[in-house]
């Protein structure tokens, strides 16, 4: 039997298929873009066939890269966008309206109002999540409200929802599975962490019936086999699923609590396993789960950084100080620092753990003498003082200390964004030899329940290092430029 593995990760833009082999080393990888479609500004939305035809698309031609068949496929692993919010019908599995992206801020009001009720402490002690358009549960609420029949069709039983991962193994199986793992369902303000499973005390403040959502599952285990999907055989196993800034945690090997990643894309996100235990914050981080496997739950405490790779793209595309976005590190790295230029990111406002998102981009300390290439420097830095912040909040949150940050994502290629975020964490980052590690994070989930490997323990030996980043600045070099990044956070 092959031990190949089939990694589906749907994210925002498009869709990467990928193949793992028991060494958990890329054979192929393919990606298929598709629609955004924004009907009001601040509205996202995705058409679930567009995404499903990217799925599909991206699957025979991974299949193809890597000369294989679909038989020879072990199993299928999901991870995927989260929060993004779909309703199909039942029988059929026709949606009933576009899917919702988590980027949508459509039910900011409703937000609000559930807030002026009062009710804000409450989603917090028990879903680890704040009271934010970006969560599942207020954009369902939304689709049942505003498309014509939702609310009574879904009393009726004749709808299902769904994020991304609940609505991709629903069409892999003919529409005979309808689940989610707890890691998705973590992320719609309707589970309760500490039972995981829906919470009716919340689903009745959202106005969410029961009968509408997927049974909650392990993020491990069977879930159904493929059936009609055309491009695949059927009768392969569907075995893992997880969020993606979990999965990458997985595929991280960061199973020990206290263990940290953060992936560098458009935004950044920072995850700490906390183990068996969850901790709620007190500085503006979430709590989540990241994973189940058999009885054993793990949680993580998470920050979001809006802006990462996004001030390199504001570089190249707003100021067009460089035409590619991989010229910024030979950019910033012709000078020897920003000479005391600091950029803060906030073009979207701050996120974790400062949340203000009123916060506007900002440069200081320019002078006669500064040069495109500070600014560059200052863009990175930017992006690494903010990640600082998180790391900072999850160990104070936590009273964990941090060995090491693992890294990866598009902008953990940039050796100098390393080093300088080594420097001012004062810890070693550790590079993967896959920085796909989504995608990997999803294989090794399902390659676990597939019985490619035992446990936990041989995945972390098939963990391969690329590089590590050892932190070189003095104590009082660390402390001067945080004293500029504090002083500048407070005036964005």
């Not at 569907?238 to 199973?255: E, H, T, V, Y």
């Amino acid at each position: 039997m092959t031990d190949l593995l089939l990694s589906i990760d749907q994210g925002t833009t498009g869709t990467t298929v990928a193949l793992f082999d028991r060494n958990c080393s890329m054979r192929a990888k393919v990606n298929t873009e598709f629609r955004q479609i924004f009907p009001k500004p601040g509205w996202v939305e995705h058409d679930l066939e567009d995404i499903w035809s990217s799925v599909t698309t991206s699957v025979e031609a991974c299949l193809a890269q890597a000369g294989v068949a679909g038989s020879d496929i072990r199993a299928i692993g999901i991870t995927n966008q989260r929060e993004t919010t779909g309703v199909w019908e039942r029988s059929g599995g026709r949606p009933i309206h576009n899917a919702i992206v988590w980027q949508c801020r459509r039910t900011a009001p409703f937000c609000q109002q559930l807030r002026r009720a009062g009710h804000e402490q409450r989603f917090r002690e028990k879903t680890g999540l704040v009271l934010d358009p970006y969560f599942s549960g207020t954009k369902l609420r939304w689709l049942l409200d505003e498309v014509a029949g939702a609310r009574q069709r879904a009393e009726n039983g004749e709808l299902a929802f769904g994020t991304i991962d609940t609505f991709l193994v629903n069409r892999l199986t003919g529409g005979r599975v309808h689940v989610t793992d707890v890691s998705n369902a973590s992320r719609t303000l309707m589970l309760d962490l500490a039972s995981l499973d829906w919470d009716d005390e919340l689903l009745s403040l959202l106005g969410i019936p029961r009968a509408l959502l997927p049974e909650v599952r392990g993020s491990s285990e069977i879930y159904g086999h493929t059936r009609g999907v055309g491009v695949l055989p059927d009768g392969i196993p569907i075995c893992g699923m997880a969020g993606d800034q979990q999965a990458a945690l997985f595929g991280q090997a960061c199973f020990e609590p206290g263990q940290v990643k953060c992936t560098y894309g458009t935004g950044a996100f920072v995850l700490m396993n906390t183990g068996a235990k969850q901790v709620l914050s007190e500085r503006g981080l979430l709590t989540t789960v990241a994973w189940r496997i058999g009885d054993q739950v793990t949680y993580a405490l998470e920050g979001s950084v809006f802006i990462a790779g996004a001030a390199v793209q504001w570089l190249r595309d707003g100021l067009q100080l460089i035409a590619q976005s991989s010229e910024v590190e030979a950019l910033a790295a012709s000078v020897d620092s920003s000479e005391g230029v600091v950029f803060v990111p906030a073009l979207a406002g701050l996120g974790a753990p400062h949340w203000n998102p009123d916060a506007r981009g900002l440069i200081t300390g320019l002078t006669r003498g500064t040069t495109k290439a500070h600014l560059a420097r200052a863009a990175l830095e930017g992006i690494a003082f903010q990640v600082r912040d998180v790391v900072e909040t999850m160990r104070a949150d936590s009273g964990d200390q941090v060995a090491f940050l693992r890294v990866d994502g598009g902008a953990a290629q940039n050796a100098l964004l390393l080093q300088f975020q080594a420097d001012i964490l004062s810890v070693e980052l550790h590079r993967p030899v896959v920085l796909e590690t989504t995608a990997l994070g999803a294989a090794l989930l399902a390659g676990l329940a597939a019985g490619v490997w035992k446990d936990q323990e041989e995945i972390g030996q098939r963990w391969a290092l690329d590089a590590r980043f050892k932190p070189a600045a003095s104590a009082s070099e660390v402390e001067a430029r945080l004293d500029r990044w504090r002083a500048a956070v407070h005036k964005a």
